[in-house]
Every structure is written in C-alpha cells, then in structure tokens.
DNA sequence: CTAGGGTTAG
C-alpha cells in the first residue's frame, strides 16, 4: 500500500468525537490507509461501527482495493460486521466479477451472530445466481426469501426475474412477473430483459407495444432492450421510430441506448445512418467502437471495420476481446494477414481473455489466410473450445487442401465428446470433395442422419453433388439431385455445372444452365462456365451465343478483384485495373513475368477469352487478370524469400493456375491464393490442390 | 448500501 505522502498533508487526526468527515473517503488508497490508521489511533474504529461501515464502503468502491477491503473486512481492530457491512462487500465480490465469493459470503453470514440477510444481501446473491448460471442455488435463495418475507422486495423480484433469464427459464421468469400485482417500469424491464437474453426477440417487441398502448411509462433500459431486439428482427420501423423519440427527448447523451441505436440501424443495412450516430456521440466508449466496427463486418464492408478500428487506436480507446473478434473476422475475410497477426500478438500482449469466441475468431482467421499450422496453434492453446471451434479448424483444413487431416480431426472432436452440428458436416463433406474422398464422403453422408439425427441440409447435398462431380462421376451427380428429397437449389446446379465444365460435359452442363436459369437466379459465371464447356470441345458457335445471350439479358460479368496485403495495408486489383498509382510499373512488372515462365514453358490458356478479337489481344488481356497483377505487385514490393498472399472473389481461372504454378518456381517464391472456396498453395512449380480444383 | 441495458465466432 501506497503510503508516500508526507504527513504535514494528511487530514487531521480525527479526535475522539464526531465522524470523521466523508470528503478523504474517496477510494484512493493513500488517504484510505492513513485514515484507517487515524481511526484505530483515536480509537473509533471500534467504538462507531458506521466509521467501520464508511471506511468499508470506500474501500469496496473500487476493485483494485478490494483486498483492502477484505482485509478490513476481516481482520481486527473493528466492530462486528453488521448486515449492511456484508452487503457492501458482497457487490464488491459481484463488481469485480467474483460471484462465488458472494455467495459464499451469504452462507457465511446465514451463522453470523452480527448479522442477517436482508433484501439488499438477497438481491445481491440471486444476481450473483445469475451471473454463475446457478439455476438451483437461486432456487435456494427464493425459498430463503419466502420464509423470511422478503419477496415484497421490488428489488428481490427483479433480481430474480433475471435470475431465472440468465438460467433460461423464461417461463418461470414470466410467472413471477405475471404473480406480481402492480408491475412498474422496473419489472417490466427485467421480464423485457429476461426475452430478450434468450432470442424471444419479438416478444421483446410484442411487450413494448402493449406498454405503449396501455400507456405505461417506459425509460431508457427498456429502449435499449427493444432497440436491440429490433435490430435482430430487422424491424427498421420501430427501430426508427425510437431513434426519432430519443433525438426528441435528448437522450442522445445515454451511450448505451446511442450503441444499441448503432447496432440496430447495422444490423438493418443502414450503415450510414449507424456511422452518423456514431459520428455524432459525444463520447463513445470500447462498445461504441465495438459495435460501429462489428456492424461493417457484418455489412461485409470489411475495409471500413479495419479502417475505423486504427481509428479507434488513434482515439485511445484499447480495445477488448469482442472488438477483436470483429476485427479478427474482418481480417479473415480480406486475409489481411498481417493486420491480424498483430492483433493476436496484441491479444497476448494485454492477456486479453481467450474465449472460446475470440478463439474460435482466431482460429478462423489464421485457417482463412491459409496458415493452418498457425491456425491449429491457436486451437491448441485455447483453454476450452466448443463445437464452433472445431469445426471451425475442420473448415480450414478443407478448404486447405489437407482432407485426410480433417476427417482426423473430426474423429477427435468424437473422441473428445463434442457434439457436431450440421455446419461441422458441411466441413466434413467439403474436405472429402476437395480432397476427392468419395467413399468417405458418402459413408459421413450416411452417418450424418443415422448415427447424429441431423437433418441433410440444401448445402450437404450440394457438398455431394460437388464430390462426385469433380471425381467425375458426372452422370450419377446429376442422378443425385434428381432422387434428392428437396428442391434442388442454384448453388447445387451450380455445382454440378462447375463439374460439367471440369470434366467437358456438355449435355448435362446444358441441363444444369436451363435449371439455374429457371430458377431464376443466375449469375454471369453460370454462362462463361457454360460457354467454356462449348470451347474446350471446339462448339465455338455455341459458346459465343451464350455469351451474347447473356449480354442480352444485360448480365453484367463480375469483374474479377484481387487482394493483396502490404504493410498492414489492403490493396484492391482489378483485371485490366487502371485506377493505381504504379499502374505502369506494375504492367511492366508483369510483362518481365510473362516472358520469364514462358522461357520456363508457359503457354496462355486463351481458349477461354472472348472471342472477338486476335490471339495476341487475347493473351495480352489473359495476363491482365487481376491476380497476375497483384501478384507482380507483390513480387516488386515484398521481400525476396517472404511469401506472396493473396485473395480473389471468384476461382481461379486455369490460365492463372498454370502461370502460378510456373511463376512459384522461376521466381522461388511460396505463393497462397484463396479463391472462393479453397485454398491453393504455389511452390516450386506445384499446387496443392494437385490440379483438382 | 439497493435493479435493469449496448458490442462477439463456424
């Protein structure tokens, strides 16, 4: 303890007589110790138990001090603790997150002769209930509270109202709530609250409605509970029509109803609308920031997330483990490897709490940027992990190529009686086709429904149509989705036609555009997919009408964009890109590219290209593709041996495959690609997708 | 001495 101020500027010794005077009693650890030793000094400490309680309570306020305060607590000199004394110190235990100390502070008080539990101590130990998810603890407690006639106490039945919510018996919540005579705004926060922890979000709406129409008065917590729920429901509507209330009644200061107001509009795709919110706050707090960012990733504006979280550095604001886990995921998605790197050493640095979310986030992020050995790092140094987790490395390991490592792990996650769910299925299926595991794949399949329950899912069935496509088993695909007992979705005619268009099936790559088509949801990749069925069997009139076919009905094709981090910087490349200030450099850079692997053997791949023009326009528009030039990109700006990363928003085409291939070996260069769905790792002249992709 | 609220992964 702190006890380096010189004495001429302590407060002066209390005399026996009055109490000391409350203004030193602020939780400030060099005033509190002088004035405890002041207090036993003159002897008042023992003789005036509200010096005791005062001098307590200060200490209790803050959590650093809260050794001190136990020490007071229980060491002597000092009068017997009274009731509110163990009150004080049982929401301190409570403030600084040790419910269990709380209670155990309860049953030492029950055979305390000083002492008994009033409704200030049963409202505090039922929230501490809450806080441990202590179902029947807390049962305990009310039975306590019955005998001893409490439960008139507002305060007891809210606590326990939330009790029971954070113990999930919403419906035990609602009996209490409806048994009570005449319900404030107090209890009908805590039954607002109580559906709303549990994902009855429209009840959370429902019970609004009926206060508003019965003319009940609301406040500032039930607006926050309802705000949020709007947001989950995507009820714009109400949501607004609350925004307009607090602009109208200034509550604009209240953070929390201004964060979950953020979230809301987030959530309900109005981003701008959030981000002027947020602009306007007078001070945002680690949540604000937290939910403004959470809210572009979650837009899949993933840029800004990264953007307004340096922002936030800038502003000094730390962050904490959920921000992270926005960030982490924004940085998955863009594979922003070295932004995402730093966070985790930041997480290490500030022992930021690994949970099993931020964990999860982790070992996504890494898998994402296609660092498994990293990502198995992370999954093995989280202290508890959940299906999530698992699954989430079972993911990263498909989408990586590593099938056979997957399906280990799969067998792990049985051995460690985890329960899988339907996505850790999806995992499973994706790395039997990517890894073209087809009896493995159909035996999991099966497994699935008879030895799990899980229902097949539009997504499973896809996974299947995709493996026994791609190890071109082409007819009994199609034979698949004809005796499959849903409605065959795009995604998985989609499926089958990226197999047709891998293993040249016209006929059935036909079939599958005229079912994608009168679906009605098709995409300018459905035609070129097409259209490149009918060139590589030489059908060049069919290929050319569909491509003016799908000019016709004005499909637009999705440009191809390529990222590439540098320095913790995204950079964004378009093919035929000319909107980056070392345009000429990097076209440059990719001519001296092309020239090197074609002495290496590299012959375009133009088969591919529209048709209208020339063989030299054509190859010269193949190495524009926008990997090609963020990969020269990387090749100017990265250190010699450092690996090449980067990021693309369709497949790979096999023009660039090839040159990658070609280009790893020239140059000695590793180089990762993440395209839609997979991973491909380029060395020395090889990919590990093994062509199969 | 008293409640209740906002941000989070596959």
């Not at 009896?439 to 229902?455: A, L, N, P, V």
Request: proline share 4%; net charge neutral.
């Amino acid at each position: 303890m702190a006890t380096a101020v010189p004495t001429a500027a302590l407060p002066t010794p209390a005399r026996a007589g009055p109490a000391p005077p409350r203004a030193p009693l602020r939780a400030d650890p060099r005033y509190l110790t002088q004035l405890h030793a002041a207090l036993i000094k003159s002897g008042e400490l023992t003789a005036s138990p509200k010096s005791f309680h005062s001098l307590l309570e200060a200490a209790a306020a803050s959590p650093t001090l809260l050794p001190y305060a136990v020490s007071l607590f229980r060491l002597g000199p000092r009068p017997p603790p009274s009731t509110p004394c163990y009150n004080v110190l049982m929401r301190a235990f409570l403030h600084a997150g040790h419910p269990e100390d709380a209670l155990h502070l309860f049953v030492e008080m029950l055979g305390a002769a000083s002492a008994c539990p009033d409704q200030h101590t049963v409202a505090c130990v039922l929230k501490s209930c809450s806080r441990m998810c202590a179902l029947d603890v807390g049962r305990g407690v009310q039975a306590y509270a019955i005998k001893r006639g409490l439960m008139a106490d507002r305060f007891v039945l809210s606590s326990l109202i939330h009790m029971y919510a954070s113990c999930r018996d919403v419906s035990a919540a609602r009996l209490l709530f409806d048994a009570v005579e005449e319900n404030g705004v107090v209890m009908w926060n805590a039954i607002i609250t109580a559906y709303l922890k549990n994902g009855y979000w429209m009840e959370v709406v429902e019970m609004f409605k009926g206060m508003l129409e019965v003319g009940l008065a609301f406040d500032e917590v039930t607006l926050v509970s309802v705000v949020t729920a709007c947001g989950r429901i995507g009820d714009a509507k109400l949501g607004t029509w609350v925004a307009g209330y607090v602009d109208e009644k200034g509550l604009v200061r209240s953070r929390n109803l201004m964060t979950a107001l953020i979230d809301m509009y987030a959530k309900c795709g109005e981003l701008g609308k959030a981000r002027r919110l947020f602009d306007g706050m007078q001070s945002r707090d680690v949540v604000a920031w937290s939910a403004m960012i959470s809210g572009y990733t979650q837009a899949d504006q993933c840029r800004e997330a990264l953007a307004l979280f340096s922002e936030m550095q800038l502003a000094g604001v730390e962050p904490n483990n959920v921000t992270m886990v926005s960030v982490l995921s924004a940085c998955a998605v863009l594979g922003a490897l070295e932004t995402g790197t730093w966070v985790h050493s930041y997480i290490r640095r500030k022992r930021l709490p690994l949970t099993i979310i931020l964990g999860t986030a982790l070992v996504d992020f890494y898998a994402k940027c296609g660092c498994i050995d990293e990502a198995v790092e992370a999954f093995e140094s989280m202290p508890v992990k959940n299906s999530w987790t698992w699954t989430a490395l079972i993911k990263g390991m498909a989408t990586n190529g590593r099938g056979r490592e997957a399906l280990e792990l799969f067998s792990s996650m049985r051995k460690a009686s985890v329960e899988p769910t339907y996505v850790t299925f999806i995992g499973v299926l994706m790395a039997c086709s990517h890894s073209c595991l087809v009896e493995e794949g159909r035996r999991h399949f099966d497994s699935m429904t008879q030895d799990y329950g899980i229902k097949p899912r539009a997504e499973h069935y896809g996974c299947i149509v995709d493996l026994l496509g791609r190890a071109g088993l082409v007819d009994e695909a199609y034979q698949f989705i004809r005796t499959m007992p849903i409605e065959p979705s795009t995604v998985i005619w989609r499926a089958l036609l990226s197999s047709c268009a891998v293993h040249k099936n016209v006929e059935i790559g036909e079939e599958a555009l005229k079912q994608i088509i009168s679906l009605n949801s098709h995409h300018s990749g459905d035609y070129i997919l097409m259209s490149n069925i009918y060139a590589s069997v030489g059908q060049w009139k069919d290929a050319a009408m569909i491509r003016k076919e799908m000019k016709d009905r004005g499909i637009e094709k999705t440009p191809g964009c390529s990222l590439i981090e540098l320095d913790g910087v995204v950079f964004e490349f378009f093919a035929e890109d000319s909107d980056h200030p070392q345009l000429r450099e990097i076209y440059q850079k990719v001519e001296e590219m092309i020239d090197r692997i074609k002495m290496a053997g590299y012959i375009p791949n133009t088969a591919d290209v529209r048709l209208e023009v020339d063989e030299h326009e054509k190859e010269v528009s193949v190495s524009h593709h926008s990997e090609k030039l963020a990969i020269a990109f990387g090749l100017m700006k990265l250190d010699p041996g450092a690996t090449i990363r980067l990021s693309k928003n369709l497949r790979v085409c096999t023009d660039c495959h090839s040159a990658t291939k070609l280009i790893s070996k020239v140059y000695n260069r590793e180089i990762v690609v993440r395209d839609w769905n997979r991973f491909h790792h380029f060395k020395d002249g090889t990919c590990s997708c093994n062509d199969y992709w």
